[in-house]
T-cell receptor, first 112, second 116 residues
Framework: DVKVTQSSRYLVKRTGEKVFLECVQD?????MFWYRQDPGLGLRLIYF???????EKGDIPEGYSVSREKKERFSLILESASTNQTSMYLC???????????FGQGTRLTVV | GENVEQHPSTLSVQEGDSAVIKCTYS??????FPWYKQELGKGPQLIID?????GEKKDQRIAVTLNKTAKHFSLHITETQPEDSAVYFC???????????????FGKGTKLSVKP
């Protein structure tokens, strides 16, 4: 079974902190994605990566950055957390082409 | 870029009834249309998908139809059961976006409640 693992289920951070959300996949997928899920807004793409050290902005990249040093790991970084970044964050991986996206279980981040 | 509209946002049905969720997309180059189910506390999971060379696909109680001319696709669940209660997302993909052809644009989701 494909596994996408996010490092934390729940996180509480303070405003201004630097926050790292980690995602690891075990299927050698090329493409990895970070989404943010908010009620009534669905899944919005923050950043994605189609290869090691490659990254591209999604629809809402402001306030976020990413890192992909190894193929299996894709990290989302909140440079200076703010309360409007309180949300559910979902990582996904896809092999090249139009195939199933596999999601992690999500990280619910609260910024206080 | 691609835009996906999904309706309704909430849907409540009686057990045994059918449920239909509809999506429209804007980019005629999209050629892959998956549907995901998200249960409480879990990440979304693929339940069925369809590609643009097919008009309909069925898997037991679940079916998806695609109308490429009108740029819309629908999820049909028959004989609904309480365990079908979840949030369902449609998505459109296949368009090369930067270096990736794996990107998916999601609808906003439909919360389906099946009452026993």
């Amino acid at each position: 079974d494909v596994k996408v693992t996010q490092s934390s289920r729940y996180l509480v951070k303070r405003t201004g902190e630097k926050v790292f959300l980690e995602c690891v996949q075990d299927m050698d997928h090329e493409n990895m994605f970070w989404y943010r899920q908010d009620p009534g807004l669905g899944l919005r793409l923050i950043y994605f990566s189609y290869d090691v050290k490659m990254k591209e902005k999604g629809d809402i990249p402001e306030g976020y950055s990413v890192s992909r040093e190894k193929k299996e790991r894709f990290s989302l970084i909140l440079e200076s957390a703010s309360t409007n970044q309180t949300s559910m964050y979902l990582c996904a991986s896809v092999t090249g082409g139009n195939t199933e996206a596999f999601f992690g279980q999500g990280t619910r981040l609260t910024v206080v | 870029g691609e835009n996906v509209e999904q309706h309704p946002s909430t849907l409540s049905v009686q057990e045994g009834d059918s449920a239909v969720i509809k999506c429209t997309y804007s980019d005629s180059a999209s050629n892959y249309f998956p549907w995901y189910k998200q249960e409480l506390g879990k990440g979304p999971q693929l339940i069925i998908d369809i590609r643009s060379n097919v008009g309909e696909k069925k898997d037991q109680r679940i079916a998806v139809t695609l109308n490429k001319t009108a740029k819309h696709f629908s999820l049909h669940i028959t004989e609904t059961q309480p365990e079908d209660s979840a949030v369902y997302f449609c998505a459109a993909g296949g368009v090369r976006y930067g270096g990736s052809q794996g990107n998916l644009i999601f609808g906003k989701g439909t919360k389906l409640s099946v009452k026993p």
